[in-house]
């Protein structure tokens, strides 16, 4: 695979990311189009296409929003046990889960400094990715 590092880290699923969600917007854009000018018999046709639409819209976004959730509470998990396995306490309790996600590619040699840099400095996730001198890819997030 290929090296990860803070500029490549992000994984795009070109068929999710860009062609289901491009053909729903499609839709809710053509059948938005149609309601519009259509004449007024069939004004309920396209009024249940526009409603169509929207709700593949919102099972599109919530499909990805509730796998990143899952996956969000298995990294803090992971990275609650790595620190104390490291360093034999629990995570701070005021980290944020976006504070831990990025703390998930610092490597174990930086990882308890980087999470009382974090905390300390209240650091965004961009800013803790950022301070990673040695990164620790993660192929498995989607």
Known sequence: MKEQNFNNHAQMVPGFHYLTFG????????AINYLLKSSAENKYLASLLVLAAIIFVL???????????????????????????LTGKLLPASLSVGQIVALRFAPDAEFPALVEKAETNNLSGKEIKQSI??????????
Not at 66 to 76: G, N, T, V, Y
Not at 133 to 142: I, L, S
């Open 23 to 30: 053909g729903i917007i499609a839709l809710l854009g053509g």
């Open 133 to 142: 001198q040695n990164w620790k890819a993660d192929f498995y997030r989607v």
């Open 59 to 85: 099972v599109a976004w919530f499909t990805r929003t509730f796998a990143l959730k899952a996956q969000d509470r298995a990294i803090r998990a992971e990275e609650n046990l790595r620190h104390y396995v």
